[in-house]
């Protein structure tokens, strides 16, 4: 059986790829836990930044180990295959496609059925790295001929071709003629325009590329108002794939945002990979290469410009958690009440505020919020707090000890209007008919936003 060492080596190699890409792009591998929605307590650890080094440390031990040394390994890179093929069949799940660089700047970039597929050939090939180990079975081991090497050989050139296929790389050049040609759907107007004549307008734009369930996209987008108020003259056109997560309200209040149908624009000029972006001219001719990824992106719109010195502020003035908080009206949704009458988002919110906590499942997450709900209440006395699930559930299904007045969101669409989608989520409305904080994803960072909220509360009489 000793060509089951070629297990072991193929699961080194492409950990070995793994973490040298994860090492070159850092804030991806964060990104990548928070697209897949991993606890808050995980995201804020060490473990983004520990783990292409543990990932490289595996490869090694994989090929140089030998007796119980290859026997622990072997059994570690089981255990970690198998977490990565949960938590990949998890954000299948997911209400929204998740893209995660899984493998760095290597690899694809969305979650499919293609990456459950190469997570699970690979967590075989583990496993039957580990039995060989078992058998005694190292590179130092005699290597036998024969069809069992055939078909490891095979198995291992599928893993590798399934990880590092379709990478998304951007284009690179030809386009240049094309693109004041190329259209792209108005938001506003709903009209379809040509990237020359939106160029024309502006005098010249930056097209950034971006997706809903990206991290860097998120973090780019949340930083583009200040990127914009250092540089006045440039023009920035976010644009998102036609019909992607369209009613998701971190959408709303982008200005110029655009649709790319069939993503067609977008794989042309920066390929498939997000955030991405290139600048146009005024004539719509493109102007350098794409920049992929959320660090090249913020060097091509502030324009490799230094900012100013920061003015020193007074300590009482420092962020204090929601001082910085931009307030957008509560949205336009329907609830049923826990007697089955229909009110607005805006009716709930009219005589106190509201912390929503919102759910969409009886999952362990979920049955933890509901358990808390009484302790926010008591914590928070001056707000309502309130109860939202986007699931029925029958009595039977809902233990004594979780049953909670809930109010009813018909299909999510309240939860997705207000930014409260998964397991656990919440977010505050104000009684002035505006958001007054959130929204917020995940049960450890729900329990963060009470603390902040109940920080800002002015001490009981």
Known sequence: MSYLVLGNLAVAVLLAISGAAKLRSPEETRDAFQALRLPGWLRRSPAPVLLPWGELALAVLLIVGAGWVLVVTAGAAVLLMAAYTVVIARALTFDEPVRCHCFGALGGDGITRRTLVRNVLLLVTSVLGLVGAVGGVSIYSQPAAGWGWIAMAALAAVVAVLSLAGGGEAPSGGVASVAPTLTIWEVSSGERVTLRKLAGRHGGIVLLSVVSGCGGCERVLAALPGWLAENPGRTVVPMRPAGHAVDDPKWESLALLHEDWGSNVAHT??????????????????????????????????????????????????????????????????????????????QLAATEARLVVAIDCLCDPARDAIARLGEWQDRLPILAVTLVSSKRFAPADVPEALRFPAYYDHGGVASRALGVTGQVAAVLLGADGLLAGGPVRGLDEVEEFVADIESQLPPPE
Do not use: C, F, K, N
């Not at 920066?270 to 001219?281: H, K, M, Q, Y």
């Not at 090249?296 to 910085?324: K, Q, Y």
């Open 269 to 346: 000029l920066v390929g498939s990979r997000t955030p991405s972006a290139i600048e146009l001219d005024a004539a719509g001719v493109p102007v350098g290469e794409p920049a992929v990824g959320p660090v090249a992106v913020e060097e091509l719109i502030r324009g490799r410009v230094e900012p100013e010195p920061a003015v020193a502020t007074p300590a009482a003035a420092e962020d204090d958690g929601l001082a910085d908080y931009v307030r957008r009206p509560i949205p336009d949704a329907i609830l049923l009440a826990p007697d089955r009458e229909p009110v607005t988002l805006r």
